[in-house]
């Protein structure tokens, strides 16, 4: 199910990172909690454990868009922010991935990912910095191949010729179902170093609560691709189950992971992720009554979002809506939803695929109509700059 073998060394690591979950900020059950705070990490008035008072956002938010940052790409999916400000962007039927210089908007390509298969929902599709990028300058990615849904890394050297720039994927994960719809697709770093994925049931609905599968899940691995120390299944990628097919995963200022979810028919779910819980499909959709499956922090009607990617800024989780062809914010305390979702953008840019923070009040959207179930107006796809509130 894994290239490797979780070695005697990790378990090790497993006992003290468990150990260390217990004194970091937030709750250990959502995410994973580290001793070192993050960049976004909320200020105020201290509590009186002394750590900082959470604050509650205001039921009402603005969105403010800035200007568009570049247009004309195709089916773009996965979107990288550089350390230099500039910008990465996959394309999923293409299968290229291009830098975007983000003053002037200039595209470069730099490569083609060798083995991508793209068909349906199923391509080249989430993109991740290594997060010793700064001296390896790895580039992770998720991507349909013609056998599995797999995770690679490869080499991105600027110094080359464009179009040449990326070196030979390095395969690191294998062996997640593939079908044409509900590839999931999403990757992430998270606080702790290590790789979150999520992934889709292939339109096979069993997958899902099958723990021995990789289909309706959200994986938790090194960088290397082993099962991560302290996942809650011995010697298993798995971190949580249940899930129909997943393609937000953002963590808040407390190192809390969210996720997005597709449903079916009738309920899209935005969830708070906690190890080893049963997220309930395909036997439950949206919110329920049974005390196994852990429910949504809040839900909406299919036709209003089919959420794809999301990010945290001001103290809300921000979904990007395909169907919905919205800007969702929902406004947090701690790990449930302050105030109703509040729906921006609506109609006003199509399909949005994903949202990535841009530090403090700043985000990038990523239109996707060119992804065969949207409208094309001219200048699609593009990348937009907001301000949020």
Excluded at 18 to 47: K, Q, V
Excluded at 208 to 226: F, V, Y
Excluded at 233 to 243: C, D, E
Aim: hydrophobic residues 30%; glycine residues 14%.
């Amino acid at each position: 199910m894994q290239r490797r073998v979780v070695s005697a060394a990790l378990a090790v690591t497993a006992l003290l990172l468990t150990a260390g979950c217990s004194s970091g900020g937030g709750d250990p059950r959502y995410g994973t909690a580290t001793s070192s705070g993050s960049a976004g990490t909320a200020t105020g008035s201290s509590s009186p454990s002394g750590e900082p008072a959470a604050q509650v956002p205001p039921a009402k938010g603005t969105v403010k868009v800035l200007r568009t940052v570049t247009e004309g790409l195709k089916t773009p999916w996965g979107l990288a922010p550089l350390p230099d400000g500039n910008l990465l962007v996959s394309s999923r039927d293409d299968g290229t991935i291009t830098r975007i210089t983000e003053k002037t908007g200039r595209k470069t390509e730099l490569g083609t990912v060798s083995g991508v298969s793209p068909a349906g929902e199923g391509g080249l599709l989430g993109i991740a910095l290594s997060p010793d990028y700064a001296s390896d300058h790895m580039i992770y990615a998720y991507f349909t191949s013609a056998s599995d849904n797999r995770i690679v890394r490869m080499l991105y050297d600027e110094k080359k010729p464009a179009g040449e720039q990326l070196g030979a994927p390095d395969t690191i994960f294998k062996g997640i179902p593939k079908g044409y719809i509900h590839n999931g697709g999403r990757i992430a770093f998270g606080p702790d170093g290590m790789l979150y994925a999520g992934t889709g049931e292939s339109g096979q609905r069993g997958l899902a609560q099958d723990k021995k599968s990789l289909g309706g899940k959200i994986l938790r691995l090194t960088p290397e691709g082993d099962p991560a120390p302290g996942n809650p299944f011995p010697n298993s990628p798995v971190y949580t189950y249940g899930h129909r097919n997943v393609q937000g995963l953002a963590w808040d200022s407390k190192q809390r992971l969210f996720a997005s979810e597709f449903g079916q028919d009738t309920w899209d779910e935005l969830n708070t992720i906690a190890p080893g819980d049963d997220y309930g499909w395909p036997n439950a959709e949206g919110k329920g009554n049974d005390p196994k499956y852990h429910n949504p922090i809040t839900q909406w009607h299919t036709d209003d979002a089919s959420p794809s990617g999301i990010a945290y800024a001001e103290g809300s989780i921000w979904m990007a809506g395909l169907k919905g062809q919205r800007l969702w914010r929902i406004p947090l305390d701690g790990t449930k939803a302050s105030a109703a979702p509040q729906a921006f953008l609506t109609g006003e840019y199509g399909r949005l695929r994903t949202v990535v923070s841009a530090g403090g009040d700043k985000l990038w959207l990523v239109t996707s109509n060119t992804d065969g179930r949207g409208t094309p107006k001219s200048g699609d796809d593009r990348i937009l700059e907001l301000q949020v509130s």
